[in-house]
């Protein structure tokens, strides 16, 4: 089964951007959906973005559309989300996972077993 790796995650002002990624060894990433979900202190996990393997189709929850945007670079095994407009509610250790439904990225319990997820990367957006 795939591996995902997230990287990116850092301090950051509101306002700001950073660019996250979810590389991927041990398969082909084209092949699977890679959502990315986050954690806030005290707060469930939530999906929050998503991308379909077979033809690229992405979703976004209401609370990043427009701010965030996934994309895929398959000649690097990777996915991005890159991070605009950053506010101190985005703060939270991002995750991202292969191989569930993209139209079930906002179920968390969809996605918890049987998939392949990272270890997180902490965004704080603080000033």
Known sequence: QVQVVESGGGLVQPGGSL???CAASGGTLDN????WFRQAPGKEREGISCVRGNDGMTYYADSVKGRFTISR??????VY?????????????????????????????VWANGRSWGRGTQ???SS
Request: hydrophobic residues 30%.
């Open 19 to 21: 660019r996250l990624s």
């Open 32 to 35: 699977y959906a890679i959502g």
């Open 73 to 78: 670079d398959n000649a690097k095994n990777t």
């Open 81 to 109: 989300l890159q991070m605009n407009s950053l506010k101190p509610e985005d703060t939270a250790v991002y995750y991202c996972a292969a191989g569930g439904p993209c139209g079930w990225y906002s179920d968390y319990d």
């Open 123 to 125: 965004v704080t957006v």
